[in-house]
């Protein structure tokens, strides 16, 4: 998926939620299932993913059929997380079934409104 098919979904979606939002309807979920395509070749299988919501943090915690972190049974693991890390937005993935240690960490902080330049 393109940036310019990504931002036009975004668009979409954040104008579905501002619609819950302004009905007063809650707009919280417990999990979500879609499965990703790739737009560039149409002859490779979808994976079926799971967001959910964790329970105790409220992190958004991605599982995936035919992939699992390590201290979990196949398919049943979160290779990938994104939580609030002292007010950063942060996205931590597992990246090697073998390591129980994430091998990723990334903050969003650079994705800040305020850090935009005039640049564009």
């Known amino acids: 998926m393109s940036v310019k098919e990504?931002?036009?979904?975004?668009?979409?979606?954040f104008a579905r939620l501002q619609a819950i939002r302004l009905a007063d309807e809650p707009s919280t979920f417990d999990r979500i299932e879609t499965t990703?395509?790739?737009p560039d070749n149409a002859v490779v299988t979808g994976i079926q993913v799971a967001i959910e919501k964790s329970p105790i943090g409220g992190e958004l915690l991605?599982?995936?059929?035919?992939f699992s972190d390590n201290g979990s049974a196949d398919d049943k693991g979160?290779?990938?997380m994104v939580r609030n890390?002292?007010?950063?937005?942060?996205?931590?993935?597992?990246?090697d079934v073998n390591k129980q240690d994430p091998t990723i960490e990334v903050s969003l902080n650079g994705a800040r409104n305020e850090c935009?330049?005039?640049n564009e």
């Open 6 to 13: 990504i931002h036009a979904w975004s668009e979409k979606e």
């Open 36 to 38: 990703i395509t790739d």
């Open 62 to 66: 991605l599982s995936a059929v035919g």
């Open 78 to 80: 979160y290779p990938l």
């Open 85 to 95: 890390r002292g007010g950063a937005l942060c996205v931590t993935a597992w990246t």
């Open 116 to 118: 935009r330049t005039n």
